[in-house]
Nanobody
Framework: QVPLVESGGGSVQTGGSLRLSCAAS????????LAWFRQAPGKVREGVAA????????YYADAVKGRFTISRDNAKNTLSLQMDSLNPEDSAMYFC???????????????????WGQGTQVTVSS
């Protein structure tokens, strides 16, 4: 079973919405932390949102706060990212990631995550 598989990317116009999904294996879904990262051409990979297995409020990057919502569906072992009010700066490859070895001290740091999906492309046109 592939650990993480993203889906739901596509092309939308400014102001539109997309919902990304990440299907996880049972092992990776039980990780200490699940997160979404994104990487635009020529830029570093950045953390977008994260949710910890212990519960509590999710974490969001300032650039997406109020527009994106991360959630878990425990019945389906699926992580989702609802993206609203999209703008061209949101265009990037989006990756699902899992931290299986321990609780990340900095969820924005990609080095804290050891399992990655293949990515799904999001393109927002003006």
């Amino acid at each position: 079973q592939v650990p993480l598989v993203e889906s739901g990317g596509g092309s939308v116009q400014t102001g539109g919405s997309l919902r990304l999904s990440c299907a996880a294996s049972s092992y990776t879904y039980g990780s200490y932390c699940l997160a979404w990262f994104r990487q635009a051409p020529g830029k570093v990979r950045e953390g977008v949102a994260a949710i910890f297995i212990g519960g509590g409020e999710p974490y969001y990057a300032d650039a997406v706060k109020g527009r994106f919502t991360i959630s878990r569906d425990n019945a389906k072992n699926t992580l989702s990212l609802q993206m609203d009010s999209l703008n061209p700066e949101d265009s990037a490859m989006y990756f699902c990631a899992a931290a299986t070895y321990g609780v990340p001290t900095n969820w924005r740091d990609e080095k804290e995550f050891d399992v990655w999906g293949q990515g799904t492309q999001v393109t927002v046109s003006s």
